[in-house]
């Protein structure tokens, strides 16, 4: 049976950073979904489209959309995932061991795991790439971020 990876996050916008995470779990797992969830902590507004997959390769990737709790979605899924969380710095270590506590504390059985991007995504940023949209990005830095 092939492993599979659940990428899971809001991913608004999906950026370079995220690709980078994607392509490590890929070298991991026979299967990564990419589990696009809701963040009611986050200015979802406006909602930027996934990327099209298809052009990095048949089936490499599926994306799923999903509402509520990461472990509730796992539930719904015909196969054994591990969890993929992505880190940047340190700074997202400790908010990633807070929220790994309660996706353990919610589901004890939970498998995770966490990958650091490389060092030239570390400044990037979904929010950071709004708040340079909402500016007018006129040399279109932010949107060279996004994939």
Known sequence: MEKVGLYAGSFNPFHKGHFNILLKAEQIFGKVIIGRGENKKKSNNPIFPMPNFDKFGEGRFEVVEYKGLVTKFIETLPYDVTVIRGLR????????????????????????VSLFCDSEYEFVSSSGIRILLDEGDEDGKAKNLMI
């Open 89 to 112: 710095n340190s700074t997202d270590l400790q908010v990633e061991m807070e929220f790994n506590s309660w996706l353990k504390y919610l589901k004890p059985d939970i498998k995770l």
